[in-house]
């Protein structure tokens, strides 16, 4: 079977739609049948040869099997394009000698790549499972953190591409089950903090006994340890003179006070006071908004439970894995999605403006939709650059539950759905690339524009079995597009920083982030479909630091970087 809908998948997937608000354009019909590939996956062709091994042997379910592999899409080497980093697992019981470890390719600038891993010193030999990128003693390189069931990384860039481990000396050698993390500026000094999500508290001699719903051994669920882990948070000390070097402010901040199942995460300024909140997708416990005050950052409190995001709109705890931010509505806020198991739909929160939250996940057309897969990593992009998000979902199980596919009985198709006027979100037919004869089971998709040539491109991280590369060949019916790279004084991504743009008679809001999706760093860089507009107007560039610069209008279909510093300031 080839990675497309099929017409019974279609059919499945609408069954549930009576239960949802229907809007009036689309009420009574499906969306037309497209039988053009948006992606065709040419990983391969590119020299991106990479098989994540989870190191499972037969009859022993060790829970980290089921959970890898993440993945980066970064500028390694400053040249401009997009290097791919990818993490491996290998067994979880071997030395880290025996393991195979990550791998380190270069963007030659066309979107092909050598693997530059022995070289680099970035082979990592822990069993992984996710990389946060950012550049951690501001010197202009991209840096990065790898999380393992074990001690993490930190990996700092020596300026060409080679790579330094300084975990123990950074203090950020973290010995748990890491799961995702984020590099994020707390406290708008300058200088990136780092926040790790954690899993369980779990090792190979506590594992458990688990048995599918035939009845036969699988993987537990995180509810069969009872044995949720406390997230850590380090402040990083470069403005006290110690670049790169971090302080565990996990306890005195409040983070350790509530321990969790965390998956995924995502960091943007939901209320709009200026200052980043951390939101934590937990895997069958409430999910977690970790808020600072604007006097003292450093202290953090869960608003999730009053932002109206850490439960469903029925109240339930939900699977939580992949985390997905932007403005949907097109109302200068950050929504907010979060994807969980099958038979749970996704979580599909629209941002009030104040920070609070409505769950819209039936009238955005999501919940039947959503309902039949295991979805890990996600994101939002506008494929086709019709100037509305599309939403990507990379599936997989955890539990067999049926042999749908040949040889892997955890193997799902991805999800692609088009953004509509609404917001609602359909399924298209054939789009998530009609070249790959093999279903998967998925783990981190990674998004951004790997070639240069102005369309968002997807890596997908599949649990033994190659990565793909997914380029979008989507039609584009000549629409037009603007990008661009927002970098500090210093030349680093800014992470955080917030562009908004005139096109026509709208005004899109897009916002520099790499950390989202699952176990996965993403090209920070914004990027916006123009659909039949040709212009770009009233550029303006809010920073971490809340310093607001006006860039005027600029050139579409190309890349642009904005540096802080070089605009009017406004």
């Known amino acids: 079977m080839n990675r497309r809908f099929t017409l019974a998948l279609l059919a499945a997937a609408f069954a549930g739609a009576c239960s949802e608000p229907q809007n009036s354009a689309t009420s009574d019909e499906e969306p037309a049948a497209d039988t053009t590939a948006w992606f065709v996956d040419e990983a391969a062709s590119r020299g991106l040869q990479f098989v994540h091994v ?28 997009l290097d791919v980093y990818l993490v491996q697992g290998g067994s979880v019981t071997d030395t880290p000698a025996n393991r ?7 963007n030659d600038g066309t979107g092909r790549f050598t693997d530059t891993t022995r070289s680099s010193g970035a082979g990592d030999r822990g069993y992984g499972m996710g990389v946060a990128c950012g550049d951690v003693d501001n010197d202009g390189d991209v840096d990065l953190y790898v999380t393992n069931v074990g001690p993490n990384v930190l990996l700092t860039n020596d300026g ?25 500026d707390v406290d708008a000094d300058g200088w990136l903090d780092l926040y790790v999500v954690n899993y369980l508290e779990w090792s190979a001699a506590s594992e458990t006994s688990c048995t599918s719903a035939s009845g036969t051994r699988d993987y537990c669920s995180p509810q069969s340890y009872q044995a949720p882990a406390r997230d850590v948070l380090y402040r990083n000390l470069g403005g006290q003179g110690q670049p790169g070097v971090f302080e565990d402010v996990s306890v005195s901040s409040g983070v350790a006070s509530i321990p969790g199942t965390g998956l995924g995460i995502g960091c943007a300024d939901v209320d709009g006071n200026g200052t980043p909140e951390i939101f934590v997708a937990n895997d069958g416990m409430p999910d977690l908004l970790w808020m600072g005050g604007a006097d003292d950052p450093w ?20 699977a939580g894995m992949g985390v997905a931010l932007a403005d949907i509505d097109d109302d200068d806020d950050v929504d907010l999605i979060v994807c969980n198991l099958d038979r749970q739909s996704d979580s599909f929160f629209l941002n009030d403006g104040t920070g609070l939250f409505d769950d819209a996940t039936p009238r955005a057309g999501l919940a039947a939709t959503s309902r039949p897969f295991t979805r890990f990593g996600m994101g939002f992009l506008d494929v086709d650059h019709d100037g509305r998000l599309d939403l990507f979902q990379a599936n997989g199980r955890v539990a067999e539950t049926a042999r749908e596919h040949d040889g892997d009985p955890y193997a799902e198709t991805n999800l692609v759905l088009r953004g509509v006027e609404g917001p609602r979100f359909e399924p298209v037919e054939t789009a998530d690339g009609t070249a790959s004869p093999d279903v998967a089971t998925s783990r981190a998709a990674v998004f951004g524009d790997v070639d240069g040539d102005g369309a968002i491109d997807v890596l997908v991280v599949n649990r033994d079995t190659p990565a793909q590369l997914l380029m979008n060949v989507a039609p584009k019916n000549g629409t037009h597009w603007f990008g661009a790279a927002l970098v500090t004084r210093d030349g680093r991504p800014a992470l955080g920083a917030t562009l908004r743009a005139t096109v026509a008679d709208r005004v899109f809001r897009r916002d520099a982030r790499a950390a989202s999706s699952y176990l996965a760093s993403n090209d920070p860089r914004v990027h916006i479909g123009l659909s039949t507009a040709d212009a770009v107007s009233d550029i303006t560039v809010t920073w971490p630091d809340g310093q607001r610069e006006s860039f005027g209008a600029l050139g579409v279909d190309m890349w642009h970087t904005l540096r802080q510093g070089t605009g009017e300031t406004r």
């Open 54 to 81: 989870s190191g499972q042997i037969p009859e022993r379910w060790l829970m980290p099997e089921i959970m890898g592999g993440g993945g980066a899409l970064f500028d390694a080497d400053a040249d401009g394009d």
């Open 299 to 318: 202290t953090l409190t869960d608003g999730a439970l009053l932002a109206g995001c850490a439960v469903d709109h029925s109240g339930r705890s939900k």
């Open 100 to 106: 195979p470890g990550n791998q380190l390719f270069i």
């Open 160 to 184: 060409d591409a080679t790579f330094t481990d300084v975990s123990a000396a950074a203090g950020v050698d973290h010995g748990g089950w890491g799961t995702s993390a984020a590099f994020v």
